[in-house]
């Protein structure tokens, strides 16, 4: 029988075609990806939009590490109890951040700040407009990303954005009640309890639904608060997001860059402009 070099192929044949391992390996271990963009720039407490001054909040106003510890310890807990694998990634809030989760293969985005601020690597804000968002997410083909959770005031539009952009799954809060805007403290009870519900491989409706319960029992007046809406509205939303594979929860977080600087003082009244000048 004739041989042929197995670097080459018999005349008239064609090669195999097959991914590198690393390729078909990584779609298997960031199958249950969560990514959280965490947005708080020195130089946000004032947003100018086509001339209209909208205020946003001073540094320090949203407790992001606690938002990030509550989702933690969800994941974490929920993982072991249903030996599912569960990966946190957290990190600044960049557009290359974003479209970097995107196109790694994310399974969930979460992004927690101000009004879908982003921020600059410099101290700044920059908001991504709707339709930028759409374009920018869109370009990638929303990636392995199957849900997105905004949880920042009057995401709404930008909730839709996403879902205009290719994602199946999207958590934003309402425009319709208290003008879009949502306590600190109800969101971080929302998502606590919503991630513990989908590691546990509950539907997204179920866990949503867990979340919302949640986020009103924190609430003294159900009026002064908004309320989140899972898009798009006419998708029954009863799938689990995350893929049954066997493991735990772990993290890959990269450390805070070494630094001499104090803490930053507990109270810092009046001097954001100026601390964002020395940055």
Request: aromatic residues 6%; proline residues 8%.
């Amino acid at each position: 029988a004739p041989t042929f070099s197995s670097s080459s192929p018999p005349s008239g044949g064609h090669a195999p075609s097959r991914l590198p391992p690393q390729r078909q390996l990584s779609r298997v271990v960031l199958a249950n990806r969560v990514v959280v963009l965490q947005s708080e720039p020195l130089n946000n407490s004032t947003l100018y939009l086509r001339d209209k001054e909208v205020p946003l909040g001073a540094p320090g106003e949203l407790d992001l590490e606690g938002e990030a510890n509550k989702l933690r310890q969800a994941l974490r807990e929920a993982a072991a109890c249903a030996n599912v694998d569960v990966e946190l990634q957290v990190r600044i809030a960049t557009v290359d951040a974003l479209t970097s989760a995107i196109t790694l293969g994310a399974r969930v985005i979460h992004f927690a700040g101000h009004s879908m601020m982003f921020e600059d690597g410099h101290g700044s804000a920059k908001q991504l407009e709707p339709e930028t968002l759409r374009l920018l997410v869109s370009a990638g083909g929303a990636g392995a990303c199957r849900l997105v959770v905004v949880n920042s005031c009057q995401s709404e539009k930008h909730g839709r954005a996403f879902v205009d952009a290719g994602v199946e799954h999207v958590v934003a809060v309402a425009q319709d009640q208290n003008s879009g805007r949502i306590s600190d403290r109800s969101g971080i009870e929302f998502c606590r309890a919503f991630y513990r519900s989908l590691a546990n491989m509950d539907s997204l409706r179920t866990a949503f639904d867990i979340g919302c319960a949640a986020a009103q029992n924190t609430r003294k007046n159900m009026a002064s608060d908004g309320r989140f809406i899972l898009l798009p509205e006419d998708k029954p939303h009863d799938e689990p997001i995350f893929s049954p594979i066997p493991g735990s929860f772990r993290e890959t977080t990269r450390p805070p860059p070494p630094s001499n600087a104090p803490p930053p003082p507990t109270f810092y009244v009046g001097r954001d402009s100026e601390l964002w000048v020395c940055v």
